[in-house]
């Protein structure tokens, strides 16, 4: 045998070999070798991107580089909504999510949606870290999502193309809510009109004048640059609903134990990372929509707002084991 008809040999084997692992479904690569697809609404310098750059980074370190993560910052996966269906087919592997578009989907979700739920970051961490996170964790598993941790959020509060000082000035005014119906009936009680919308789509929506105004927090409202059209900032603080890292079902039941320990440690220490980014974010974008003109409107007494989110609490926190969490919370010190 010359060494050219060894080499064709040898290389007429691999390619049957390969076909026959094709066959099989599994991949020509390394056997435990794997890529998976991360999405991310948000650019990679938010706080969020951040603190998912961390967990890629750490679980390819201690798997010896076998579970490489690359994240597609900046939406390039698709939106919001789409991306939630990729997870459950297992086409996205790992993703943050905010929790209100699964407010439809995972009951317990609601619960820290609620509108002025939350006394301050600190409460809606612990209620997110201990009973609020366990029962989420249990409802996202139902819907094959997996959820490994949770990253801060802040506080959301309204932004408009007029000033609002009131509830009585959103009447008839169109503010964009993400798809929700429990967010749907928030507006609806303020008085204003709600309008369900992609993320990115606010920006033209609020430039062609489709809506009046919208509602995130300080990171959201800069890093968008919805304040350039939305040149009001209401500081109502109606919600401080968190966001979770997460993993689709369909990855997380091909994982070993040892495997799924390092997942869920890098996220508990991406989440450490996220929320100290988080907090300097919240300050650093406050100061640049300041500085770019933009009119804060200090909403001093939120009584008059919190008194109308009755009907809210009286449909989304109605079922027995839905209203035992906000009592639970509520009760938290
Ligand atoms: C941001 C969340 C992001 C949401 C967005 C929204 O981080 O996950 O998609 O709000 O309002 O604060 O759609």
Do not use: C
């Amino acid at each position: 045998m010359t060494p050219t008809t060894g080499r064709r040999r040898r290389s007429l084997f691999a390619a049957v070999a390969a076909a026959a692992l094709g066959v099989l479904g599994l991949a020509a690569t390394p056997a435990a070798a794997q890529e998976w697809r991360g999405w991310n609404i948000h650019a990679a310098d938010y706080p969020n991107g951040v603190g998912m750059d961390a967990f890629t980074r750490l679980v390819a370190e201690r798997t010896n580089n076998r579970i490489r993560m690359r994240t597609f910052h900046s939406a390039q996966l698709g939106q919001q909504d789409e991306a939630i269906q990729q997870m459950r087919l297992g086409t996205i592997d790992f993703a943050n999510f905010n929790l209100s578009p699964f407010n439809n989907l995972a009951p317990s979700t609601n619960v820290v949606t609620l509108p002025f739920l939350f006394r301050d970051v600190g409460h809606m961490q612990r209620a997110i870290d201990g009973p609020a996170g366990e029962a989420i964790a249990r409802d996202l598993e139902a819907i094959g999502i997996v959820a490994l941790s949770w990253y801060d959020a802040g506080a959301r509060s309204l932004y408009t193309t007029r000033p609002v000082r009131a509830p009585a000035d959103l009447r008839g005014m169109k503010i964009r809510v993400q798809t929700s119906d429990l967010w749907i009936d928030l507006m609806r009680a303020l008085g204003a009109n709600p309008t369900p919308l992609p993320f990115g789509e606010v920006f033209t929506s609020l430039q062609s004048g489709v809506i009046d105004g919208a509602e995130n927090n300080w990171p959201s409202y800069e890093s968008t640059r919805h304040f350039e059209v939305a040149r009001f900032y209401s500081t109502t603080e109606h919600s401080n609903v968190p966001e979770v890292l997460a993993v689709s079902a369909q990855r997380w039941r091909r994982l070993n134990e040892q495997e799924r320990a390092i997942l869920r440690d890098a996220a508990r220490e991406s989440a450490a990372i996220q929320r100290r980014s988080w907090a300097d974010r919240e300050r650093v974008s406050r100061e640049r929509v300041v500085a770019a003109g933009v009119t804060v409107i200090e909403i001093a007494d939120r009584a008059p707002w919190a008194a109308l989110m009755e009907p809210v609490y009286a449909k989304y926190a109605a079922d027995a084991r839905l209203a035992e969490l906000v009592r639970a919370i509520r009760g938290m010190q």
